[in-house]
């Protein structure tokens, strides 16, 4: 069974930078895309980037002057950082699994099948 | 970027009655929609895959169905541990996106 164990810094100030990273146990770490998404308070949920065990990223536009998403493959983590964060930054982050499967040459990208537990992060002076 | 609008955004239902979501897409995306089920303080859950496909261990009371830009969660015979929100996920092309959300409420 695959499990995702986040963890980071929950409280920050205006202009640092937001640091998460997740842990993958229990599965292939390889052969998927890793994502990152959030959720404001009472609001619904948004994409901000991805990454795969190649290194390969793709991020939300909205967001993609300030992440970066990087992976340890040594130990099957990878990590968020999100620069010069404002209160509307605050929201649960979750990091979440994009199940991914390849046939005849082509790359198919799926639902989000595995989630972490979240992590609340809150930006106030 | 492909926005997902789902309907109600909000339903106050009864035990055992139907449940109907929708989320219409602004452009075609075949089949590539998937339903999440998010009770308060938990993360995500997936429902149905590829807009109607089940997934093991979910009740078979959810069902999904569409393709192109009009799709639908059916919820049949509502019971009290379906209260949450339920949102829609399209992967057909990036930025990946969600639909807002319908918050489901027993009465």
């Known amino acids: 069974q695959v499990q995702l164990q986040q963890w980071g810094a929950g409280l920050l100030k205006p202009s640092e930078t937001l640091s998460l990273t997740c842990a993958v146990s229990?599965?292939?770490?390889?052969?998927?895309?890793w994502s990152w998404i959030r959720q404001a308070p009472g609001k619904g949920l948004e994409w901000i980037g991805e990454i795969n065990q190649s290194g390969s990223t793709n991020y939300n536009p909205s967001l993609k002057s300030r992440v970066t998403i990087s992976l340890d493959t040594s130990k099957n983590q990878f990590s968020l950082r999100l620069n010069s964060v404002t209160a509307a930054d605050t929201a649960i982050y979750y990091c979440?699994?994009?199940?991914?499967?390849?046939?005849?040459?082509?790359?198919?990208?799926?639902?989000?099948?595995?989630w972490g537990q979240g992590t609340l992060v809150t930006v106030s002076s | 970027e492909i926005v997902l609008t789902q309907s109600p955004e909000f339903q106050s239902v009864t035990p055992k009655e139907k449940v109907t979501i929708t989320c219409r897409a602004s452009q075609s995306i075949g089949s590539n929609l998937h339903w999440y089920q998010q009770k308060p303080d938990q993360s995500p859950k997936l429902l149905i895959k590829?807009?109607?496909q089940s997934i093991s261990g979910v009740p078979s009371r959810f069902s999904g169905s569409g393709s192109g830009t009009d799709f639908t969660l059916t919820i049949n015979s509502l019971e009290a541990e379906d209260a949450a929100a339920y949102y829609c996920h399209q992967s057909s092309s990036l930025p990946w996106t969600f639909g807002q959300g319908t918050k489901v409420e027993i009465k």
């Open positions: 979440a699994r994009g199940y991914t499967y390849y046939y005849d040459s082509e790359t198919y990208r799926c639902n989000f099948d595995y």
């Open positions: 590829y807009a109607s």
């Open positions: 229990g599965g292939s770490f390889s052969g998927h895309y």
